[in-house]
T-cell receptor, first 113, second 112 residues
Framework: NAGVTQTPKFRILKIGQSMTLQCTQD?????MYWYRQDPGMGLKLIYYSVGAGITDKGEVPNGYNVSRSTTEDFPLRLELAAPSQTSVYFC????????????FGSGTQLSVL | AQSVSQHNHHVILSEAASLELGCNYSYGGTVNLFWYVQYPGQHLQLLLK??????LVKGIKGFEAEFIKSKFSFNLRKPSVQWSDTAEYFCAVNAQGGKLIFGQGTELSVKP
């Protein structure tokens, strides 16, 4: 099992550019999440999904969009990148149930200059 | 809206000292509670979790946490810390149908 695969690992964007962060999991998890991690701020939830076709806003959704057309994939779209979106982004997934362990991708370090 | 607050941003302890990290959440309904640890350069790892039953839960590496419903708290404890416990600790709450919110984290530094 590959677990949660997140690409790219690093990216530099210019202000106003757009990009998509890819996230794929092969564990048949129904829940998927996008977080951003900034120093001293912990992990902030951007968007989450409880299953294919269902997405919902988290704590800091502005400037981002997601889709969940399949159980496996949960891409995060940045439109009109801004310096405030410089951060480390983590995709995560888990299976609803008694275990509830969260599996993380390796992260994407994004700089917007 | 659900939220999680961790009181301490940075805690410095000597080895063998006792540890207690505070975590409070806001949500009136049923919650699932978690503590995660992030060692330098690594992903978050699950330390322990509370779903129901005994409010005192034990996790890995000698950590435990107590859920006090009346105080909306889920504090993390360890009787005697080690240098290897140096890490960042995150409290998390799952309340509204899958939405998992993390606190801002507490950095723990243990002096040998």
């Amino acid at each position: 099992n590959a677990g949660v695969t997140q690409t790219p690992k690093f990216r530099i964007l210019k202000i106003g550019q757009s990009m998509t962060l890819q996230c794929t999991q092969d564990m048949n998890h129904n829940y998927m999440y996008w977080y951003r991690q900034d120093p001293g701020m912990g992990l902030k939830l951007i968007y989450y999904s409880v299953g294919a076709g269902i997405t919902d806003k988290g704590e800091v959704p502005n400037g981002y969009n997601v889709s969940r057309s399949t159980t496996e994939d949960f891409p995060l779209r940045l439109e009109l990148a801004a310096p405030s979106q410089t951060s480390v982004y983590f995709c995560a997934s888990r299976l609803q149930g008694s275990n509830e362990k969260l599996f993380f991708g390796s992260g994407t370090q994004l700089s917007v200059l | 809206a659900q939220s999680v607050s961790q009181h301490n941003h940075h805690v410095i302890l000597s080895e063998a000292a006792s540890l207690e990290l505070g975590c409070n959440y806001s949500y009136g309904g049923t919650v699932n509670l978690f503590w995660y640890v992030q060692y330098p350069g690594q992903h978050l790892q699950l330390l322990l979790k509370y779903f129901s039953g005994d409010p005192l839960v034990k996790g890995i590496k000698g950590f435990e946490a107590e859920f006090i419903k009346s105080k909306f708290s889920f504090n993390l404890r360890k009787p005697s810390v080690q240098w290897s416990d140096t890490a960042e600790y995150f409290c998390a709450v799952n309340a509204q149908g899958g939405k998992l919110i993390f606190g801002q984290g507490t950095e723990l530094s243990v002096k040998p």
